[in-house]
């Protein structure tokens, strides 16, 4: 089965001269939510617009689905949904229409049953007669989302999906996506939000300067690169590390008044229970812990920061 989307050495100058993308290399796989990061101006909306053909690249090659985008442009244009970061929608038509017209951009045939079913799961379904102008913004918002259904994509692109929205909208469309995965659809955003690919990615990749610095599971992302660290406010401060605790890979902070000890949160031990045990033979007597872990957020910081 060919990956979702499979990008080889793209690049893209654009007519100013300006390079957004570096000889970009990435896979994308069936079924998984991938969020690209990146600070502003790092070049994902231009990755997502020549995935889309909407942007001429000016090297390289992007397969979706194994068809090559600019040779097949109709085949993998119609495999995938793109949901804009702008909202730009036809006002004065109804939901109904407009989601219904998307579908036939397509070439696809009507089939009032899908739109139906992601007006529904998109909680649309009641405004289905109301002309988009009178929506709310995260109303238009979904409106967009059902447009780019609307042909059934096996991909679908999210550029910055949440921006702007409320944070009961932003879980309903957590919800949303993660329900859509479940139906075997690609996704594929774009965020600012640390968060939101904390919360949703089962990969992320972060770009800068239109180069992608990282691919990597989440999961291991965060444990590689996160840390977890347990701290101790002693009741009095210490010079040094007792000796019965070298090797714990202890550090003091705080002029000595701070014992800090760094764990791995998914090893099956953290050591904590043991490292108490050992304080205690020592005598040393702590006034009050807390537990820091580092987020995504700070370590996409730091990434960013060394390649900078
Ligand atoms: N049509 C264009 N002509 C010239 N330069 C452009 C054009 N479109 C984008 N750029 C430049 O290319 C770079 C990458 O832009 P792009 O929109 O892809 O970044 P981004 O990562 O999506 O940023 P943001 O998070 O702000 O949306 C930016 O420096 C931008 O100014």
């Excluded at 790092?42 to 689905?65: M, P």
């Excluded at 949904?81 to 696809?108: C, H, M, Y």
């Excluded at 996506?177 to 089962?202: F, Q, S």
């Excluded at 043991?274 to 812990?289: E, M, T, V």
Aim: aromatic residues 6%; proline residues 3%.
């Amino acid at each position: 089965m060919p990956p979702a989307v499979s990008i080889t050495n793209l690049s893209k100058t654009y007519a100013t001269g300006f390079t957004a993308l570096k000889g970009v290399d990435l896979e994308v796989r069936k079924g998984e939510i991938f969020a690209l990061l990146g600070p502003n101006g790092a070049g994902k909306t231009t990755l997502i617009g020549i995935v889309c053909g909407i942007v001429n690249a000016t090297g390289g090659t992007v397969l979706v689905s194994g068809h090559d985008v600019v040779s097949e442009y109709r085949k993998t244009r119609s495999l995938i949904g793109l949901v804009p970061q702008e909202v730009s929608i036809d006002a004065f038509e109804s939901v109904w229409n407009t989601v219904s017209f998307s579908r036939g951009l397509f070439g696809k045939g009507p089939n009032p049953a899908h739109i139906e079913k992601v007006l529904k799961a998109l909680s649309l379904w009641d405004k289905k007669d109301e002309k988009v102008l009178n929506l709310s913004g995260g109303m238009k918002r979904r409106v967009l989302i059902a447009k780019a259904l609307s042909h059934e994509p096996e991909i679908l692109f999210l550029d910055e999906p949440t921006a702007g929205v409320d944070v009961e909208l932003r879980r309903d469309m957590w919800e949303m996506v993660r329900g859509l995965r479940e139906t075997g659809v690609t996704i594929i955003l774009t965020t600012h939000y640390i968060e939101e690919a904390e919360e949703m990615a089962d990969r992320i990749g972060v770009i800068n300067h239109g180069e992608i610095i990282l691919v990597e599971e989440k999961r291991t992302l965060m444990r590689n690169l996160g840390k977890k660290q347990l701290r101790l406010e002693l009741l009095s401060p210490v010079d040094a590390i007792p000796e019965a605790l070298a090797g714990r890979g202890l550090e003091l902070a705080d002029g000595g008044a701070t014992l800090v000890y760094s764990y791995d949160t998914h090893g099956e031990r953290t050591g904590i229970t043991a490292l108490l045990g050992d304080l205690n033979q020592a005598g040393l007597r702590f006034r009050d812990l807390e537990t820091r872990q580092s987020s995504l957020e700070e370590i996409f910081v730091n990434l960013v920061k060394e390649r900078a």
